[in-house]
């Protein structure tokens, strides 16, 4: 590996670690109100929900999107555990466990 392409993923890895620590650098300090506090605690939720809907749906220009079989098959299962255990890291966990459980077996078949 040459030292350019160190240099270039050592800095690809500050550019992308920076935005995410410095707000909450400068916030450590300040007492927020309550409202901005229980809005703070939904964008997690609301990307991870983003992110899902999207992985759902193949977009066609021109065309009515279609069901990705896979991932709908993943989101049953994953469903369920998110709403047992209310846990983040399990729907993630799971959700990643289900998608190749169903990809592995669908290639065998």
């Given amino acids: 590996m040459s ?12 550019v992308t670690w920076l935005p995410r620590v410095i707000p909450f650098m ?19 939720l609301c990307i991870l929900t983003a992110l ?3 992985n759902l749906f193949i977009a066609k220009e021109g065309q009515f999107p279609d069901f990705n ?3 709908c098959l993943a989101a049953i299962p ?3 555990i998110a709403f047992l255990t209310k ?3 399990c729907v993630v966990v799971g959700g990643m466990c ?10 065998l078949v």
């Fill in 3 to 14: 030292n350019y392409s160190l240099f270039i993923i050592l800095g690809c890895g500050i």
């Fill in 26 to 44: 400068l916030i450590r300090k300040l007492q927020l109100p309550n409202i901005v506090i229980r809005f703070l605690s939904y964008v997690p």
């Fill in 52 to 54: 899902f809907v999207q």
């Fill in 69 to 71: 079989i896979e991932y």
């Fill in 78 to 80: 994953t469903i369920i």
């Fill in 87 to 89: 846990n983040l890291m």
């Fill in 98 to 107: 289900f998608i190749a459980l169903i990809r592995y077996f669908l290639v």
